[in-house]
T-cell receptor, first 117, second 114 residues
Framework: AQSVAQPEDQVNVAEGNPLTVKCTYS??????LFWYVQYPNRGLQFLLK??????LVKGSYGFEAEFNKSQTSFHLKKPSALVSDSALYFC???????????????FGRGTQLTVWP | DAGVTQSPTHLIKTRGQQVTLRCSPK?????VSWYQQALGQGPQFIFQ???????QRGNFPDRFSGHQFPNYSSELNVNALLLGDSALYLC?????????????FGPGTRLTVT
């Protein structure tokens, strides 16, 4: 079965410091991986995705993520955090192979990122 | 270019009632998926519509039904509402069933069942 784990409910970092939000996944076959961000009372905004190719993916707002197949991880990173990065972050996965779950995203429970000044 | 839009923004219903939520996909998108996000949880997949047909369904009872119109817009209907149906309902659109493309989410409809 497909699943996503975000082991940290909360991550707190100081502004200007690097941040990492962790994600591990379980999927049969090759994964397509996504990060979304959610601000209070808002929908989800797409940040970045890994489909194939370079394991380091760059996305919006200076975020990047590293795909590690052996560790089944897709951690979100940013070299220098901003207070405005404070939000709820979701990792999602879906199968790459055509099948009954085509296009269906499986989400983690989310990680609340707080960046303090 | 308008993104994904949803209506209404908020809704309060009583147990046993029925509700209809609406979604207009992003321009150029032909696939609509619906997700339920309970408080403190990640979104859970309800179902996906493509070419006006339900293509996939998550673990949700038949009380949850939907429709896609020729202009790709979609509705989510929930019958016999339960308190546990209170959640943020998110609509996401994509191209070609999201095979190679990310899904874009609307702002959601906050449903409260009392």
């Amino acid at each position: 079965a497909q699943s996503v784990a975000q082991p940290e409910d909360q991550v707190n970092v100081a502004e200007g410091n690097p941040l990492t939000v962790k994600c591990t996944y379980s999927v049969s076959g090759n994964p397509y991986l996504f990060w979304y961000v959610q601000y209070p009372n808002r929908g989800l905004q797409f940040l970045l995705k890994y489909i194939t190719g370079d394991n380091l993916v760059k996305g919006s707002y200076g975020f990047e993520a590293e795909f590690n197949k052996s560790q089944t991880s897709f951690h979100l990173k940013k070299p220098s955090a901003l207070v405005s990065d404070s939000a709820l972050y979701f990792c999602a996965v879906r199968e790459s192979d055509r099948g009954s779950t085509l296009g269906r995203l499986y989400f983690g429970r989310g990680t609340q990122l707080t960046v303090w000044p | 270019d308008a993104g994904v839009t949803q209506s209404p923004t908020h809704l309060i219903k009583t147990r046993g009632q029925q509700v209809t939520l609406r979604c207009s996909p992003k321009s150029g998108h032909d696939t609509v998926s619906w997700y339920q996000q309970a408080l403190g949880q990640g979104p859970q997949f309800i179902f996906q519509y493509y070419e006006e047909e339900e293509r996939q369904r998550g673990n949700f009872p038949d009380r949850f039904s939907g429709h896609q119109f020729p202009n790709y817009s979609s509705e989510l209907n929930v019958n016999a509402l339960l308190l546990g149906d209170s959640a943020l309902y998110l609509c996401a659109s994509s191209r070609d069933r999201g095979l190679f493309y990310e899904q874009y989410f609307g702002p959601g409809t906050r449903l409260t069942v009392t």
